[in-house]
Every structure is written in C-alpha cells, then in structure tokens.
C-alpha cells in the first residue's frame, strides 16, 4: 500500500445536514459502498456519486472515489445524514449519525475497494482520529445488519493492520474485534 494518500482537493457541500446534538462528540467513522445506478455515463464518478447522494436526500462526510481522490461533502462538525437507525454492536449506543463521520467508497457489489481507496482511507482515518476522540470504525452494515450490506468486499483485517502500524497505541474497535 502507498504511504500517502491524495490530497483532499474538493470541498463540495451537501445540502442535507444538521447541527449535531449539543454536548455530543464525534466517536465513531462509518464506512459505506456506493455508486450511482441511474447514472448511464460514469455510475462510479464521484460527481454521479454526489447527486445520487443528494437525490435520496442523504448524506456523507467524505466520498472516496476510485482513483483515492476524496471529496469533503459535510464539515465533520455537523450531523450528516449516512446511517438511518443505527446501534453500535460494542455499546448498543443508537442514533449514530449523531456521534460519527461517515465515509462513502465508490464501487460496486462484484468489486473491492481499489489499492488507492485503501490508502486514501488510512490516512483520513489517521486524520480523524488525531481531531476527534473515535473509539470504533465500523461499516454500515455492522450498525444495520437487517437493512445494509456494505461496505462491499471490504478488507477489514487490511484497515486493521495499516491503521496499527500508523497509530500503534490506539485502541480501536473494528468489526474482526467484535465478530471473529
């Protein structure tokens, strides 16, 4: 894996936000898998990504295209809207857009996450975890198992591993620590 990522080069902003809850802190980094269906040029181009985003008023923190490009689309202060009725599996804590960052990676069911995705990945987590105090990365389909199934194909054990040789002390709980 590459040792630096893409620099975050677009701030595009979503419509579809809120303040956060007062007094609540940012815990936890969600991870998530998605592309545009309805789009007939480039259903995996961050732009198509976006609008599908806003279509089904919905929204994200960061969007990761294929090529590890990043796109800020919420400022990580405010509440966006990425996880629908959620629980932390470790805590049973609900409501989790309200305590996370949630990160979309372009792709699709039959595909991983590209070499650059991964790297991009790393390091906005490592970014992340040095602003906010997470405690848990998890996808989102570890805090919705009846509704979602993504991300998809995503190497956990890979994340794990290029997360602890950044950040060695710090103890995060991932979805291998919580479901062996």
Known sequence: MKSARQPLQNFLPET????RPVGESVQSIILHSMHNPQCTEDPYSLQSCKDCLEKLELSVHYLIGLDGEIWSLVPEHLKAWHAGESVLPHDGKTG????SIGIELVGSETTSPTEEQYTSLVSLCVEIINRHPITSIY???H???TRKTDPWNFDWELLSHSLREIIPTHNLILPEACHP
């Open 139 to 141: 996808g989102h389909r």
């Open 143 to 145: 805090i919705a198992p």
């Open 96 to 99: 989790v857009n309200a305590f």
């Open 16 to 19: 579809h936000y809120e303040e």
